[in-house]
T-cell receptor, first 115, second 117 residues
Framework: GAGVSQSPSNKVTEKGKDVELRCDPI?????LYWYRQSLGQGLEFLIY????????KSGLPSDRFSAERTGGSVSTLTIQRTQQEDSAVYLC?????????????FGPGTRLTVL | AQKVTQAQTEISVVEKEDVTLDCVYE???????LFWYKQPPSGELVFLIR??????QNEISGRYSWNFQKSTSSFNFTITASQVVDSAVYFC??????????????FGKGTKLTVNP
């Protein structure tokens, strides 16, 4: 069971390439969040999903970043034309619902290194 | 805007000492939630506690205790009789209802706790 899973655990890519990061939330959790953890910026919110819709994308740093969620479950975060400043650990979290604040449970993260 | 401040960047103690990690928050919302997470060297964020703004009762869980004081906007975390396994980075976080329906977490910068044998 079932905790939040993320893949890959590590990703090394070259500047300019596109990458896709995957998140499998806890079964039955309707809310899903992406965060980024970097040395300089700490833990930052990126995007929030309620079901398959994303009512809050305010944390996405540029239009190179996008995310989708299908079937109210798996989510993919895509970074196009990666830059070195995109190097960070990307964390996914899920919670049972979002109408009232429920505890967010985090996955192990994907460590992205852009060379 | 929401803000969380963890003024202690790093703390080092000797095993069995008590240690308190400070957390000060800012929000204009009357309804909000406060959290503590632990991030051990393995990297995964582990949930420790969640409190809502209407419940100022202190909480104790084993060696862990939390002191929530709205008057000073603080939510401090104390580890009693610390152990080497407590070594980790600890994050305080805030979630407020006014964030456009998004219950996103706003994190402090974290406090790195090292417990030496």
């Amino acid at each position: 069971g079932a905790g939040v899973s993320q893949s890959p655990s590590n990703k090394v890519t070259e500047k300019g390439k596109d990458v896709e990061l995957r998140c499998d939330p806890i079964s039955g959790h309707t809310a899903l969040y992406w965060y980024r953890q970097s040395l300089g910026q700490g833990l930052e919110f990126l995007i929030y999903f309620q079901g398959n819709s994303a009512p809050d994308k305010s944390g996405l740093p540029s239009d190179r970043f996008s995310a989708e969620r299908t079937g109210g479950s798996v989510s993919t975060l895509t970074i196009q034309r990666t830059q070195q400043e995109d190097s960070a650990v990307y964390l996914c979290a899920s919670s049972r619902w979002a109408e009232s604040t429920d505890t967010q449970y985090f996955g192990p993260g994907t460590r992205l290194t852009v060379l | 805007a929401q803000k969380v401040t963890q003024a202690q960047t790093e703390i080092s103690v000797v095993e069995k000492e008590d240690v308190t990690l400070d957390c000060v928050y800012e929000t204009r919302d009357t309804t909000y939630y406060l959290f503590w997470y632990k991030q051990p060297p393995s990297g995964e964020l582990v949930f420790l506690i969640r409190r809502n703004s209407f419940d100022e009762q202190n909480e104790i869980s084993g060696r862990y205790s939390w002191n929530f004081q709205k008057s000073t906007s603080s939510f401090n975390f104390t580890i009693t009789a610390s152990q080497v396994v407590d070594s980790a980075v600890y994050f305080c976080a805030l979630s407020a209802a006014s964030q456009g329906g998004s219950e996103k977490l706003v994190f402090g910068k974290g406090t790195k706790l090292t417990v030496n044998p």
